[in-house]
């Protein structure tokens, strides 16, 4: 079992809006900044949310994250079919002193 | 442009060794943690090693401890991972990965392509 808790998949058709969540606890999430990393088919991960909500550059701003309190939320919007990813959390935990990952969530764009 | 490129994975048999290597380009590597993380094809990430900027901040996965050792090379802009006493559940892509700050405990931002561990009899 992950630290972090993520749902194992998620779908939503063209153009809807998706969440994905991600629960921590206070030694990670809460204490800590949550990051969202996506990973394409075959391809390696790629930063998609930084420290709870910073969008890197290049990434557009139909994904969006945010943390309250020990959970954190990745939402797309307008979802197109190359948003077909595993989507994966991650944040320091001070309590393991090391990283951990949500186990992925799996978006199917329906 | 920011680039990692790891190599040394290999096919190895149970309790031996590896070096995995991981050449960068494109940022200062002085001003940077990096880490390691791995993930068996078809499965989800895991973290396996973190160093500070300085190497004076080592971290270790459990599963890893006390066989994997970390450790980088300024000169060379290399990033190592020592591997030893191998098991068969290390199997798995070995992803070389750049911080996005000094710290250990701040994210990554840049990923390599990985290079392949196998460690079978």
């Known amino acids: 079992q992950s630290v972090l808790i993520q749902p194992p998949s998620a779908s939503g058709t063209p153009g809807q809006r998706v969440t994905i969540s991600c629960t921590g606890s206070?030694?990670?999430?809460?204490?800590?900044?949550l990051y969202w990393y996506q990973q394409l088919p075959g391809m390696a991960p790629k930063l998609l949310i930084s420290?709870?909500?910073q969008r890197p550059s290049g990434v557009p701003d139909r994904f969006s994250g945010s943390v309250s309190g020990t959970s954190a939320s990745l939402a797309i919007s307008g979802l197109r079919s190359e948003d077909e990813a595993y989507y994966y959390c991650?944040?320091?935990?001070?309590?393991?002193?090391?990283?951990?990952f949500g186990a992925g969530t799996n978006l199917t764009v329906l | 442009e920011v680039r990692l490129v790891e190599s040394g994975g290999n096919l190895v048999q149970p309790g031996g060794s590896l070096r995995l290597s991981c050449v960068i380009s494109g940022f200062t590597f002085d001003a940077y943690a990096m880490h390691w993380v791995r993930q068996v094809p078809g499965k989800g990430l895991e973290w396996v090693s973190s160093?500070?900027?300085?190497?004076?901040?080592?971290a270790y996965a459990d599963s890893v401890r006390g066989r994997f050792t970390i450790s980088r090379d300024s000169a060379r802009n290399s990033l190592y991972l020592q591997m030893d006493s191998l098991r068969p559940e290390d199997t798995a892509l070995y992803y070389c990965?750049?911080?996005?700050?000094?710290?250990?405990?701040?994210?990554?931002?840049?990923w390599g392509q990985g290079t392949p561990l196998t460690v079978s009899s």
């Open positions: 206070s030694s990670n999430i809460g204490t800590f900044f």
């Open positions: 160093i500070g900027w300085d190497s004076d901040f080592k």
């Open positions: 991650a944040a320091w935990d001070n309590s393991l002193s090391g990283w951990v």
């Open positions: 990965v750049k911080g996005e700050g000094l710290g250990t405990s701040i994210g990554f931002d840049h």
């Open positions: 420290k709870n909500n």
